[in-house]
C-alpha cells in the first residue's frame, strides 16, 4: 500500500511538473511574440519613406497580423499588464507613422490631378472646371474662344485619347453646349454664334470617328 501511496505521489508530481514545463512554454513563446511585435514596430521607423510607401500594404497586413498575435498572446503572460503598456506603445507609434505616411500619399495627390482633371485642364485651362462642373465663367465675352481651345485641344489628342477619354470630352462638351444656350441669352453676338456653329461642325463627326477608333483599338488589344 506504501508503495502504491508512493507512486500515486510521484505520478502527481510528473503532472505538475508536465503543467509547469507546458506553462513555462506558453509563456516563453508570449513573451516572444509580444518581444517579435514590438521590434518589427521599431523597425518601420528606419525603413526610407519612398519604401515604406511604395510597400504600405504589404506593412499594414502584416502589422495587423503581427497585432493580432500579439494582443493573443497576453492571455499567456504572468506580466500581461506590463506587456499591454508595450503593445499599446508600438500602436502610438505605429499609427504615427501612418498618419505621416497618408499626409504624404493626400500631398502627393493634391499635386497629381487625375487624369479626367488633367484632361479637363487641357480642354478648358488649369484650373477652369472641376468636379463641381461649373461653367458659370464662361459668358459671352469669351465662349467663341473657349469653344476654339476645346475643339483645337481635342483634335491635336485625336490620336491619344482612350475611349473613356472620349467619353469625358463628350460629356464636357454637352455641358459646354448647355452654358451656351445661357450666354445666346446674355448678348452673344450673331457672328460669335456663327463662328461656334463652325467648330462644332468639326467636332461632331472627329468625335464620332475618333471615339469608335478608340473601342476598336482597345477591343483588338483585349483579344491579344
Not at 513555462?24 to 518589427?40: D, F, G, I, L, P
Not at 492571455?75 to 505616411?101: G, P, V
Request: proline share 2%.
Amino acid at each position: 500500500m506504501i508503495m502504491e501511496g508512493k507512486k500515486v505521489v510521484l505520478g502527481m508530481a510528473l503532472i505538475a511538473l508536465g503543467f509547469t514545463s507546458c506553462k513555462s512554454e506558453k509563456e516563453a513563446e508570449a513573451q516572444k511574440t509580444v518581444e517579435t511585435y514590438v521590434v518589427y514596430v521599431d523597425s518601420l521607423g528606419n525603413i526610407p519613406a519612398q519604401d515604406a510607401k511604395l510597400n504600405w500594404e504589404v506593412i499594414n497586413a502584416s502589422y495587423e497580423m503581427r497585432t493580432s498575435e500579439a494582443d493573443a498572446a497576453l492571455a499567456n503572460l504572468k506580466n500581461a499588464e506590463k506587456m499591454q503598456e508595450r503593445i499599446n506603445a508600438s500602436r502610438t507609434k505605429y499609427a504615427e507613422l501612418k498618419a505621416q505616411m497618408e499626409a504624404e500619399a493626400n500631398k502627393v495627390a493634391a499635386a497629381t490631378p487625375n487624369p479626367k482633371q488633367q484632361l479637363r485642364n487641357a480642354l478648358f485651362g488649369e484650373g477652369k472646371i472641376g468636379e463641381d462642373m461649373n461653367f458659370n465663367w464662361v459668358n459671352a465675352a469669351n465662349i467663341h474662344s473657349v469653344y476654339q481651345q476645346f475643339v483645337h485641344t481635342a483634335e491635336d489628342n485625336k490620336d491619344k485619347y482612350s475611349r473613356e477619354d472620349w467619353d469625358e470630352v463628350k460629356l464636357m462638351y454637352e455641358a459646354l453646349d448647355s452654358r451656351k444656350n445661357t450666354v445666346e441669352k446674355e448678348g452673344l453676338s450673331s457672328e460669335d454664334n456663327r463662328k461656334i456653329a463652325g467648330l462644332k461642325l468639326k467636332f461632331a463627326p472627329m468625335y464620332t470617328l475618333n471615339r469608335m477608333g478608340a473601342k476598336s483599338s482597345e477591343m483588338a488589344k483585349a483579344k491579344e
